[in-house]
């Protein structure tokens, strides 16, 4: 059974930083590009980042320059590192695995003044 499991979410004032891991399990991430997701109420789910299997990062144009996407294969581990967090970054934020399908539970951001 895959399964991706989502942390790191939590309240973080405007400006502040949060982390986020994503670990699989049932499945090694080492072939796959991975990719963070995020849905605010009422928008649809858009794609923040992207990190190909060779570790090559790709940015939505409303985090680059704040998010950064990383990997560990020997953990099985994505993550979403994110600074200079706005009001727009409030979200539900989800580890996707594009090629297979699988997504995450998701992962609660609230970022508040």
């Known amino acids: 059974q895959v399964q991706l499991v989502e942390s790191g979410g939590g309240l973080v004032e405007i400006g502040g930083s949060l982390g986020l891991s994503c670990v699989a399990s049932?499945?090694?991430?080492?072939?796959?590009?991975m990719a963070w997701y995020r849905q605010s109420p009422g928008k649809q789910r858009e794609e923040v980042a992207h990190?190909?299997?060779?570790?090559?990062?790709d940015y939505a144009d409303s985090v680059k320059g704040r998010f950064t996407v990383s990997r560990d294969n020997t953990k099985n581990t994505v993550y979403l590192e994110m600074d200079k967090l706005k009001s727009d970054d409030t979200a539900v934020y989800y580890c996707?695995?594009?090629?297979?399908?699988?997504w995450g539970q998701g992962t609660q951001v609230t970022v508040s003044s």
């Open positions: 996707h695995l594009p090629t297979r399908g699988y």
């Open positions: 049932g499945i090694s991430i080492r072939p796959y590009g």
């Open positions: 990190i190909t299997n060779l570790g090559n990062p």
